[in-house]
Nanobody, 117 residues
Framework: QVLLVELGGGLVQSGGSLRLTCVAS????????MGWYRQAPGGEREMIAS???????KYVDSVKGRFSISRNNANNEMYLQMNDLKPEDTAVYFC???????????WGRGTQVTVAT
């Protein structure tokens, strides 16, 4: 069974930074591309960044140049450094396998990010 835990959310002013951490149990982390997702109030969950096991990254346009995804395969951890945060980044953030590679596994609780104006 895979357990995903997202950490590091909070309230930040516009222009500020946060670093999210995803801790994964089980073997799925080491063998799969992973992604960060977010779900804004009233919206659908969308993948915003992904990273292969070898470290190749991809971002949606709305976060490109501001967010940086990375992973530590030895520790089964993945990170999302978020800079120059904007109110529209307010959402619950989740980690999971890259949905373009395979179907997501059970979702964690996510971590709330709120960006104040």
């Amino acid at each position: 069974q895979v357990l995903l835990v997202e950490l590091g959310g909070g309230l930040v002013q516009s222009g500020g930074s946060l670093r999210l951490t995803c801790v994964a149990s089980g073997s799925i982390f080491k063998t799969n591309p992973m992604g960060w997702y977010r779900q804004a109030p009233g919206g659908e969950r969308e993948m915003i960044a992904s990273i292969t096991t070898g470290g190749r990254t991809k971002y949606v346009d709305s976060v490109k140049g501001r967010f940086s995804i990375s992973r530590n395969n030895a520790n089964n951890e993945m990170y999302l450094q978020m800079n120059d945060l904007k109110p529209e980044d307010t959402a619950v953030y989740f980690c999971n396998v890259d949905q373009e590679w395979r179907a997501p596994v059970s979702w964690g609780r996510g971590t709330q990010v709120t960006v104040a104006t």
